[in-house]
T-cell receptor, first 114, second 112 residues
Framework: ETGVTQTPRHLVMGMTNKKSLKCEQHLGHNAMYWYKQSAKKPLELMFVYSLEERVENNSVPSRFSPECPNSSHLFLHLHTLQPEDSALYLC?????????????FGSGTQLSVL | RKEVEQDPGPFNVPEGATVAFNCTYS??????FFWYRQDCRKEPKLLMSVYSSGNEDGRFTAQLNRASQYISLLIRDSKLSDSATYLC?????????????FGDGTTLTVKP
């Protein structure tokens, strides 16, 4: 285990649903991330939090809303998603967000939007 | 041009073969480099960091050429369990947050 726990592992939702992805890290890290991995595409960084403050938002549509209540927990709130949002969503953490750090990933949430 | 480019693959090799993957990056300010391994439908896991002097971990050897902006991963004596997608990752400092850029990955299948 990497020390990063993500739930749920699988999620199927309709375009009008609201759901949340949860991530918890037990590594004492100060930075947490959300990545999206679509089929046959590289990982795309969505959000970066450093010490609970959002430091990066890579032009992600507002239907994705992150929340970081403390340095151990990260959420991704989803609403009115589109079928093209179906992908593997990965949470990761690192010691800091300063660019030299190794990333530790959770097992991901495989999301299907119908 | 992509920031990080990897051999497209796929690589299909017999057990025991030696295989090498290449990765180039475009930003000369890149500061740290890694190889991750990703199994099908699973999360990426760190395989090894890549140091300027080159480094080895068992059957795996990673090398970095900063002048050519090039990283490589060599796997000797391939095992069936080495079958996976190998991701090249390049990190750069960017204002107050770092940035990890992932390559598309190179898929390796080791066959009996």
């Amino acid at each position: 285990e990497t020390g990063v726990t993500q739930t749920p592992r699988h999620l199927v939702m309709g375009m009008t649903n609201k759901k949340s992805l949860k991530c918890e890290q037990h590594l004492g890290h100060n930075a947490m991330y959300w990545y999206k991995q679509s089929a046959k595409k590289p990982l795309e960084l969505m959000f970066v939090y450093s010490l609970e403050e959002r430091v990066e938002n890579n032009s992600v549509p507002s239907r994705f809303s992150p929340e970081c209540p403390n340095s151990s927990h990260l959420f991704l709130h989803l609403h009115t998603l589109q079928p093209e949002d179906s992908a593997l969503y990965l949470c990761a953490s690192s010691q800091s967000a300063r660019g030299r750090e190794k990333l530790f990933f959770g097992s991901g949430t495989q999301l299907s939007v119908l | 041009r992509k920031e990080v480019e990897q051999d497209p693959g796929p690589f299909n090799v017999p057990e025991g073969a030696t295989v090498a993957f290449n990765c180039t990056y475009s930003n000369s300010a890149s500061q740290s480099f890694f190889w991750y391994r990703q199994d099908c439908r699973k999360e990426p896991k760190l395989l090894m960091s890549v140091y300027s002097s080159g480094n080895e971990d068992g059957r795996f050897t990673a090398q970095l050429n900063r002048a050519s902006q090039y990283i490589s991963l060599l796997i000797r004596d391939s095992k069936l369990s080495d079958s996976a997608t190998y991701l090249c990752v390049v990190n750069i400092m960017d204002t107050n947050a770092g940035k990890s850029t992932f390559g598309d990955g190179t898929t390796l299948t080791v066959k009996p």
